[in-house]
């Protein structure tokens, strides 16, 4: 797996866009970057992935530069809900059914009232 | 409503004594996971499962044992021989080996009396 590289921890106030960065300099061109969270004493949960392109869907948007050098998680109207541990992972698609996740230290998001 | 379903949600164990730990899934996902983790660490693969009665050890199989019997269902058991079992654990499927998301269910944290 590509090494990804996030804050440590980011604030964001109710009702605003989250924007999470993720740096991933020495991915690969056949590596995907995939999101995950975990809010406090539950399972990771998955949230979006993408190899190049921008990919949306119901629960946040995924932007990945032209270079694929970085990316950024958006949701686009955080709720409190949305506090948690973010985390950026970069592998090869075959690798995600079939090896361990490992989850670096991640972003942890605080969402403000 | 499809997803996978972990009980109980908190287990204690007795010295020298196993326990079980369920895993249902009613996704269809061929492959399963078991994951361990510690407060404030990230995950570690125990065992995993690409199809019915066929499974293999992850990083840190030793003291827990699990069986495959049915495509749905992928119990653990945390046998006397884990003499450090306290932790969340966390089972996993995906659809198949390659290319597929892992989806988590919500956990089971076992604590030793």
Same mark, same amino acid.
Request: glycine share 8%; with cysteine.
């Given at each position: 797996?590509?090494?990804?590289?996030?804050?440590?921890?980011?604030?964001?106030?109710?009702?605003?866009?989250?924007?999470?960065?993720?740096?991933?300099?020495?991915?690969?061109?056949?590596? @995907?970057?995939?999101?995950? +969270?975990?809010?406090?004493?539950? !399972?990771?949960?998955?949230?979006?992935? $993408?190899?190049?392109?921008?990919?949306?869907?119901?629960?946040?948007?995924?932007?990945?530069?032209?270079?694929?050098?970085?990316?950024?998680?958006?949701?686009?109207?955080?709720?409190?809900?949305?506090?948690?541990? @973010?985390?950026?992972?970069? +592998?090869?698609?075959?690798?995600? !059914?079939?090896?361990?996740?490992?989850? $670096?230290?991640?972003t942890r998001l605080q969402v403000q009232p | 409503d499809g997803g996978i379903t972990?009980?109980?949600?908190?287990?204690?164990?007795?010295?020298?004594?196993?326990?079980?730990?369920?895993?249902?899934?009613?996704?269809?996902?061929?492959?399963?996971?078991?994951?361990?983790?510690?407060?404030?660490?990230?995950?570690?693969?125990?065992?995993?499962?690409?199809?019915?009665?066929?499974?293999?050890?992850?990083?840190?199989?030793?003291?827990?044992?699990?069986?495959?019997?049915?495509?749905?269902?992928?119990?653990?058991?945390?046998?006397?021989?884990?003499?450090?079992?306290?932790?969340?654990?966390?089972?996993?499927?995906?659809?198949?080996?390659?290319?597929?998301?892992?989806?988590?269910?919500?956990?089971?944290?076992?604590?030793?009396?």
């Open positions: 797996d590509a090494k990804t590289t996030q804050p440590t921890s980011m604030d964001c106030a109710e009702g605003r866009a989250a924007n999470l960065p993720c740096n991933h300099s020495t991915i690969s061109g056949n590596e @995907y970057v995939y999101w995950y +969270r975990q809010i406090h004493s539950q !399972g990771p949960q998955y949230i979006i992935h $993408g190899l190049k392109n921008n990919e949306t869907n119901e629960m946040a948007s995924l932007i990945i530069t032209e270079d694929r050098k970085s990316s950024t998680l958006i949701l686009p109207h955080a709720t409190l809900r949305d506090t948690a541990v @973010y985390y950026c992972i970069v +592998r090869v698609a075959r690798d995600m !059914g079939r090896r361990a996740l490992t989850f $670096g230290s991640g | 972990q009980s109980p949600k908190y287990l204690f164990r007795k010295e020298g004594q196993n326990v079980t730990l369920s895993c249902e899934q009613n996704l269809n996902h061929d492959a399963m996971y078991w994951y361990r983790q510690d407060p404030g660490q990230g995950l570690r693969l125990i065992y995993y499962s690409q199809i019915v009665n066929d499974f293999q050890k992850g990083d840190i199989a030793e003291g827990y044992s699990v069986s495959r019997e049915k495509k749905e269902s992928f119990p653990l058991t945390v046998t006397s021989a884990q003499k450090n079992p306290t932790a969340f654990y966390l089972c996993a499927s995906s659809i198949g080996a390659l290319k597929n998301i892992q989806y988590f269910g919500a956990g089971t944290r076992l604590s030793v009396l």
